[in-house]
T-cell receptor, first 113, second 115 residues
Framework: GDSVTQMEGPVTLSEEAFLTINCTYT??????LFWYVQYPGEGLQLLLK???ADDKGSNKGFEATYRKETTSFHLEKGSVQVSDSAVYFC????????????WGLGTSLAVNP | NAGVTQTPKFRILKIGQSMTLQCTQD?????MYWYRQDPGMGLKLIYY???????DKGEVPNGYNVSRSTTEDFPLRLELAAPSQTSVYFC??????????????FGPGTRLTVL
């Protein structure tokens, strides 16, 4: 079945550092891919998404490119801030899953000033 | 527009007690979901609903029940609470029409401890 694998955390960075959180997937067909973010004490919220190969999703300085050849959707940000400290979840939605999202385990990010 | 609301925010239960976690959305979404989140384990789908009167099991439905009598409400019932049900519970909703890129909107969560 479909699955999502994220790099394990926690990830600890200094402010203004470059961020990459790896996400790879296994799926048949043409899934949509998502990154959600969970700030401390809150529910998840959509950060960005991509619906087809080579699409780039972007929001709040974060970017991710849907790479079908490497089945990846890595999250990047050029300069992180303390306010980016959160847990990041990669997820996919595929036609065969009856609209249910398949989730990665989440990657915790801590940004120090 | 309040989005997805959940009550209560926190609850402590004794083993064997029952309770209902409430979830309401005001976005007229047809799909609703219940997840549990355990540390380091990501999100696990408990139950979901594709519309009023229709519910289906997710990955971890044992020990839980749901109902969907209206579009807005999707309560989760715990019968005979067990320590293994200690978790944070999230309700989510989305509007599905055709495409696969519809966003799920999450509530703030209910932190449940069973002692």
């Amino acid at each position: 079945g479909d699955s999502v694998t994220q790099m394990e955390g926690p990830v600890t960075l200094s402010e203004e550092a470059f961020l990459t959180i790896n996400c790879t997937y296994t799926a048949t067909g043409y899934p949509s891919l998502f990154w959600y973010v969970q700030y401390p004490g809150e529910g998840l919220q959509l950060l960005l998404k991509a619906t087809k190969a080579d699409d780039k999703g972007s929001n709040k300085g974060f970017e991710a490119t849907y790479r079908k050849e490497t089945t990846s959707f890595h999250l990047e940000k050029g300069s992180v801030q303390v306010s980016d400290s959160a847990v990041y979840f990669c997820a996919l939605n595929n036609a065969g899953n009856n609209r249910k999202l398949i989730w990665g385990l989440g990657t915790s990010l801590a940004v120090n000033p | 527009n309040a989005g997805v609301t959940q009550t209560p925010k926190f609850r402590i239960l004794k083993i064997g007690q029952s309770m209902t976690l409430q979830c309401t959305q005001d976005m007229n979404h047809n799909y609703m979901y219940w997840y549990r989140q355990d540390p380091g384990m990501g999100l696990k789908l408990i139950y979901y609903s594709v519309g009023a009167g229709i519910t289906d099991k997710g990955e971890v439905p044992n020990g839980y029940n749901v109902s969907r009598s209206t579009t807005e409400d999707f309560p989760l019932r715990l019968e005979l609470a067990a320590p293994s049900q200690t978790s944070v519970y999230f309700c989510a909703s989305s509007y599905h029409f055709g495409t696969l890129d519809n966003e799920q909107f999450f509530g703030p969560g209910t932190r449940l401890t069973v002692l």
